[in-house]
């Protein structure tokens, strides 16, 4: 079974407008992390956002913001008031465990947001 | 402040030949990841170095090899190329004390054909 699923191949979304982007995870480890990327047509991978499976408290950094349901086992990102240059790949990201043996990071397929002036 | 830099950027190489990437960590970083990213695809982990040793190691042949060195900079080698090797390859560096929730810095990536 996939790990990260990333469901939406690619997205269209009007400037200034608010747009999800799903992502569902698979693990039976308590102990997890999720992470979302941009990665730009240049390649550079960049860290948006993260959870963890303990956090209470929904993540937020800025515009973005990380709608975690744990029962579900979705951490989908939203990102709000969309900008031109938000036009990006979005991967969602998992680390399962901590310790030895936990350092990797797998990811899902991506999704392509494509943001419309 | 230097970000994470990779070198070469490009290259092509041919089947059954070798390859080195090179990889600068953040300034202050102690950790180096390696990714291969295939085209349309989510990167995938290679290995992990810290303190100059292979510290996690995901599903790939002992074709690729890494080292890091003392200032934490990092290289990754890989063997007998094939024409499945044709890929992003990313470095991401680290603080040790900070990889569980602190975010991983990558570099723009060697892009690798193998023809």
């Known amino acids: 079974a996939q790990k990260i699923t990333q469901t939406q191949p690619g997205m269209f979304v009007q400037e200034k407008e608010a747009v999800t982007l799903d992502c569902t995870y698979d693990?039976?480890?308590?102990?997890?992390?999720l992470f979302w990327y941009k990665q730009p047509s240049s390649g550079e991978m960049i860290f948006l956002i993260y959870q963890g499976s303990y956090d209470q408290q929904n993540a937020t950094e800025g515009r973005y913001s990380l709608n975690f349901q744990k029962a579900r086992k979705s951490a989908n990102l939203v990102i709000s008031a969309s900008q031109l240059g938000d036009s990006a790949m979005y991967f969602c990201?998992?680390?399962?465990?901590?310790?030895?043996?936990?350092?990797?990071?797998?990811f899902g397929k991506g999704t392509k947001l494509s943001v419309i002036p | 402040d230097a970000g994470v830099t990779q070198s070469p950027t490009h290259l092509i190489k041919t089947r059954g030949q070798q390859v080195t990437l090179r990889c600068s960590p953040k300034?202050?970083?102690?950790?180096v990841s390696w990714y291969q990213q295939a085209l349309g695809q989510g990167p995938q982990f290679i290995f992990q170095y810290y303190e100059e040793e292979e510290r996690q190691r995901g599903n790939f042949p002992d074709r690729f090899s890494g080292h890091q060195f003392p200032n934490y900079s990092s290289e990754l080698n890989v063997n007998a190329l094939l024409l499945g090797d044709s890929a992003l390859y990313l470095c991401?560096?680290?603080?040790?004390?900070?990889?569980?929730?602190?975010?991983?810095?990558f570099g723009e990536g060697s892009r690798l054909t193998v023809l």
């Open positions: 300034s202050g970083h102690d950790t």
């Open positions: 990201a998992m680390r399962e465990g901590s310790g030895a043996g936990s350092y990797q990071l797998t």
């Open positions: 991401a560096s680290s603080l040790a004390g900070r990889l569980y929730t602190g975010e991983l810095f």
């Open positions: 693990t039976s480890d308590p102990s997890y992390g």
